[in-house]
């Protein structure tokens, strides 16, 4: 593979994965009360679920905050990202909606203070090369 092909992947590579990220958490945002009441809520059970969402992305921000700085970018990134699929499933398999509301946020408030998180699994991951100097991208 040439260096031009090579770099133009990566580059798509980082453009999509953020890009669906984003859409899917938009669209949560802003259907949040219509997902909710689909999955058997009633509209104020609803809006109240939805309100947890603000304080829990708080508490993952805090969280990421705290013990971030403990963990490697790549992992804080990949934990933050598995939050909302873990989050799905949960709410699928029966789960009750708050789950997914717990899940959401906290995946939300994770990526959300981790800046950039694709930059940061890539910057991760070349530190993690053999021989370099372990420099992390915080």
């Known amino acids: 593979m040439s260096d031009w092909s090579r770099s133009t992947s990566t580059v798509l590579m980082r453009l999509r994965r953020p890009s669906v990220r984003s859409a899917i958490s938009s669209m949560v945002s802003v259907f949040a009360l219509v997902l909710f009441q689909g999955a058997g ?4 059970a609803a809006v109240g679920v939805a309100t947890l969402i603000g304080p829990i992305q708080v508490g993952g921000r805090i969280l990421e ?42 995946s939300n408030g994770i990526l959300t203070i ?7 699994i890539c910057s991760a991951l070349a530190a993690m090369r053999p021989g370099s100097d372990g420099s992390r991208c915080r």
Do not use: D, K, Q
Request: aromatic residues 8%; hydrophobic residues 60%; proline residues 8%.
């Open 41 to 44: 809520l009633t509209a104020a």
């Open 65 to 106: 905050v705290v013990f971030g700085r403990w963990l490697n970018p790549l992992v804080t990134s990949i934990l933050g990202a598995l939050l909302l699929p873990v989050g799905v499933a949960a709410m699928l398999g029966g789960a009750p909606v708050a789950a997914f509301a717990v899940a959401y946020g906290m």
């Open 114 to 120: 981790s800046r950039e998180p694709c930059r940061c």
